[in-house]
């Protein structure tokens, strides 16, 4: 009797190929997002026979190229790296796709779907449901910034200290993320 063995990325935890299946029956570009402490990644995938293949991708460290003087990994820059994610994709002629989340937990209003109403703000038509967006006043920073108003000194210095070493006031994080948002979507 033969025995049934997996494939490696399965039983290391890294595939769940059931659902990849499904994915890839769909047919659609799959938007794939990955997020780390520091970093939000977004690519555009087809599948291919031979390997799939990436149309394009955004990582959320190219926003400081654009000015960005703000965490790389918060809510704040996944939404703008899903808007850049969706601009190099329609000039790459991509304008639909279906959501890939791998073996992430979706959680509702997390980065992961900061990201993606990024992608559909982008004018990628991506299926979701508006629930599991964060809220406005958490996507734009504004929630962030009265919180940083009520910290005490000592708090506010050991929570922000990374911004403070840049020199970016945290308080001014719903008009940095406009500014950028502006650039991205080049008005």
């Known amino acids: 009797m033969k025995s049934r063995r997996q494939f490696k990325r399965r039983l290391k935890g890294r595939t769940n190929y059931k659902k990849r299946l ?10 794939v997002i990955r997020r780390s402490s520091n970093t939000i990644l977004i690519q555009a ?18 926003l400081s190229k654009l000015g960005w003087k703000a965490h790389t990994g918060n809510i ?18 991509t304008t639909e796709g279906i959501l890939d989340l791998g073996l992430a937990t979706p959680v509702h209003g997390n980065a992961i779907f900061a990201a993606l109403k990024g992608l559909i703000d982008g004018g990628i038509q991506i299926p979701a449901n508006e629930e599991v967006f964060p809220a406005e ?39 940095h993320f406009e500014e950028i948002k502006a650039k991205i979507v080049g008005k």
């Open 76 to 93: 704040q820059a996944a939404y703008l790296t899903g808007l850049l994610c969706a601009k190099k994709a329609k000039e790459k002629g």
């Open 22 to 31: 499904a994915l890839v029956k769909s047919r659609k570009t799959r938007f």
């Open 45 to 62: 995938i087809n599948f291919g026979m031979k390997g799939d293949h990436t149309i394009t991708g955004a990582m959320s460290r190219e």
């Open 137 to 175: 006043e958490i996507l734009n920073g504004t929630t962030t910034a009265e919180w940083a108003k009520k910290l005490e000194k000592e708090k506010y210095d050991i929570q922000f200290s990374e911004y403070n070493k840049k020199g970016f006031k945290v308080e001014t994080l719903p008009k």
